[in-house]
């Protein structure tokens, strides 16, 4: 009682933060919950959400439409709550996200090369969210590495871990290798003005 | 309308534009019986459709972001893959794709490339297509023809062997063959050279074999009489007393009416060393046996001996024993009736011992003259001067005559003895009555004589529309078998009677066949040592008519 209790103090701390993100991050969302817990899960999700005060229909979800960043990080506690999910599973759902995105397929044309794909990645937070910024740091393709940095976004460590898993996943997209790693090296959580997370692979 | 409201309007258009076209992506994608996916230049797959993952049974999560190499059984050829779509080439190769569960599907796979305007590649869609019945198809087809092949193989092997075997075959043949050709040049030679004559008839009467030694005989060549009909043959002088010889009498004289001369009617009879005088200086022996294979006759063949100079010195033989019995036959009837006188007491009285020694003597010397009395008829028979008197007379009285003459011996022998008269009037016969009444006392004899006391003789009489048979039946010792085949031989003895009774010339049976057969009878027995003897002989029924042409 007292963790729900917790967790609804913290959906209605993370709800009134602003800052939207589009409908499409939603549903990849719906995608992942659908393959891990079947029609059921999704349900108790949405059943949790609506426990909460912020009731949610994925299936009503609008790829193009708005919705606020603090409904997306509570889905997060949501699942780790109810299905006692770990950090790693969160990674996981970050690494499927790209899976799952019809924007993935047509965002293909920024796959070209890692390059190029690090030039169009502040444009693409763009399209996606509201707040906050990305800045494509740093790309050397020859000592395998690149920097990113994201600005402004202050919600909760847990996005940290599912922004790691996403960057895995898009960096295997680009870059053929056994062993692509996303370390985050500053963490608004941890003290930082940002989060700055460094892509290596070999 | 404010601007930014105008465009904010105009971005959702666009918006639920793009989603629109999405769900037609998803749902074209979806109903797309071809598993597709969609493949980064890399070589990561980044998207895949509906009918992927029912072929591979990966879903999105398990697949997306793998090298889609990892798909197939050949990693190489799915690296190369990649590099070749890159390179601009066309790409459709068959490949062996590895499902989730590592089940082998083979599937032909043909590549895309995909461009932006600028012609810079975003990667290739993959189009898998299975090929599973195709290659199943072709498997099976592989296998079935292998089959075949191995089956074509093993029947020309099967036929190399044949051929092996039938060469074999063709040689045990050729051998056989070899053997039998000599064999039958053999048989050839042995026939030839024979020293009996020897006839082959086959199985429609017709001569298929005449050895030189018959040729001889019949002054006949085998050119001119072989492959001749009966009738044909029948045309030689000297072959024609043999044909006669060989075929009932009722045959010829039923096929001469027959216009067709059908030969398969004449019938080569089985005859046992039948006496055939061809002419004064050739006496033939002839015997004919049918062939037979599997019981079933094929020919007969005739084997003829010649018995001339046998027959020659039968003749000096007779002639001596005639001579002999007549010289021996005038003392002994002197002595007869010397002794006769003696015992008639004419010339003096004798005593009991005198008596006793002259009757045995006498008794002896009624034998002797029996014996010698025989002998002559033994010759007259074997001479042919065996003269017959028939008459037509009922056969009754002379077998009571008989039966009346041992009534004494057969009580003296206590031995139960029966004639059992028959209740009709029998036919008659024409017959020499002497020389019946001969036979049917040397059949009476023969039974009381070797019948032990106590024992039973049955003389029974029958007749039907041909012939008149007489029966005389005894408990007597029998004969053994192995002997049977000799009792109407001259002087032949059973080893068993010899045995019981010292007396017996062995001309009996003879002579009575002999008498019989001069009858046109017939004669015979059956026996069986220790148990009795069946003697018969049946004498052919006569008309007066028959009797009327007979003294012509």
Not at chain 1, 142 to 163: E, L
Request: glycine share 4%; net charge negative; with cysteine.
């Amino acid at each position: 009682m007292s963790e729900n209790i917790s967790l609804k103090q913290e959906a209605d701390r993370l709800l009134k933060i602003p800052g939207n993100v589009k409908g499409v991050v939603f549903q990849t969302h719906y995608k992942y919950i659908l393959y891990r817990t079947g029609e059921e899960g999704v349900k108790t999700v949405e059943a949790k959400l609506e426990e909460l005060g912020h009731p949610l229909k994925f299936k009503e979800i609008k790829s193009w439409l708005w919705y606020s960043e603090g409904l997306d990080v509570l889905i997060f506690l949501i699942l780790k709550d109810i299905f006692n999910w770990d950090d790693s599973d969160i990674f996981d759902m970050g690494t499927s996200a790209p899976k799952y995105s019809f924007i993935v397929g047509t965002l293909l044309k920024t796959f070209i090369s890692p390059k190029k794909f690090f030039e169009e990645t502040p444009k693409y937070w763009e399209k996606h969210y509201s707040f906050g910024q990305m800045e494509a740091l740093e790309i050397n393709e020859d000592q395998k590495y690149a920097t990113v940095r994201i600005k402004d976004y202050n919600f909760h460590p847990i996005s940290c871990i599912y922004f790691k898993g996403y960057f895995t996943r898009i960096g295997q997209f680009i870059i053929k290798t056994n062993n692509f790693q996303v370390e985050e090296k500053k963490c608004v959580h941890r003290g930082d003005t940002y989060h700055e997370f460094l892509l290596t692979w070999e | 309308m404010p601007e930014d409201i105008k465009l904010k309007e105009k971005y959702q258009e666009l918006q639920e534009s793009f989603e629109d076209l999405q769900l037609y992506f998803e749902q074209f994608t979806t109903f797309l019986p071809i598993a597709v996916c969609s493949i980064t230049p890399i070589g990561v797959i980044i998207s895949i459709n509906k009918f992927f993952q029912e072929l591979t049974d990966y879903n999105e999560m398990e697949i997306v972001g793998r090298p889609v190499e990892t798909l197939f059984l050949e990693k190489e050829q799915g690296k190369m893959l990649t590099r070749e779509v890159i390179d601009g080439e066309v790409v459709e190769k068959e490949l062996n794709l590895i499902n989730k569960k590592g089940e082998k599907i083979p599937v032909t796979v043909s590549a895309s490339l995909r461009k932006d305007k600028e012609e810079n590649i975003l990667g290739y869609f993959l189009a898998i297509i299975e090929i599973v019945r195709f290659k199943k198809f072709q498997e099976e087809l592989e296998k079935r023809l292998k089959e075949k092949t191995k089956e074509l193989e093993d029947r020309t092997k099967a036929l190399e062997n044949s051929r092996g075997g039938l060469l074999n075959i063709l040689e045990d043949m050729e051998e056989s063959k070899n053997k039998e050709e000599e064999e039958k040049n053999k048989t050839l030679a042995i026939i030839t050279n024979f020293a009996d004559g020897l006839l082959v008839f086959d199985e429609h009467s017709k001569l298929s074999l005449i050895n030189s030694q018959a040729e001889n005989f019949f002054n006949v060549t085998a050119k001119e009489t072989c492959e001749r009909s009966i009738p044909e043959l029948i045309k030689f002088p000297n072959l024609s007393l043999l044909i006669n010889l060989l075929i009932d009498v009722s045959q010829k004289e039923e096929n001469k009416e027959d216009k067709k001369n059908d030969q398969s009617k004449f019938e080569i009879r089985e005859i046992f060393r039948r006496e055939l005088l061809i002419k004064d200086d050739l006496v033939l022996e002839v015997s004919s046996i049918p062939l037979l294979k599997d019981d079933k006759k094929t020919g007969a063949l005739v084997v003829i001996h010649d018995i001339t100079r046998e027959k020659m010195i039968e003749v000096m033989k007779t002639e001596f024993v005639s001579l002999a019995a007549h010289q021996l036959r005038t003392p002994l009837s002197a002595i007869k009736w010397t002794l006769k006188i003696l015992l008639d007491g004419d010339l003096g009285e004798l005593n009991s011992e005198q008596r006793d020694f002259i009757e045995k003597t006498y008794k002896s010397n009624e034998r002797m003259i029996d014996l010698i009395n025989s002998l002559l008829d033994v010759a007259r028979i074997e001479e042919g001067r065996y003269l017959y008197k028939p008459v037509l007379t009922e056969i009754e009285p002379i077998i009571q005559f008989v039966v009346n003459s041992y009534k004494d011996e057969v009580a003296n022998k206590k031995i139960n003895f029966e004639y059992l008269k028959p209740k009709e009037k029998m036919p008659k016969v024409l017959v020499d009555v002497e020389k019946i009444r001969l036979v049917i006392q040397n059949f009476i004899e023969n039974a009381i004589n070797y019948t032990p006391a106590g024992g039973q003789v049955t003389i029974s009489l029958k007749h039907d529309k041909k012939e008149i048979e007489l029966i005389i039946k005894d408990s007597g010792v029998g004969i053994p078998k192995d002997q049977q085949a000799r009792v109407f031989t001259k002087f032949f003895r059973a080893a068993n009677v010899m045995r019981l009774e010292t007396t017996g010339t062995g001309l009996g049976l003879f002579i009575s066949k002999n008498i019989v057969e001069a009858h046109q009878g017939r004669i015979w027995f059956e026996s069986e040592e220790k148990k009795g003897t069946t003697f018969h002989f049946a004498l052919p029924i006569k008309t007066e008519f028959d009797e009327f042409i007979t003294g012509f």
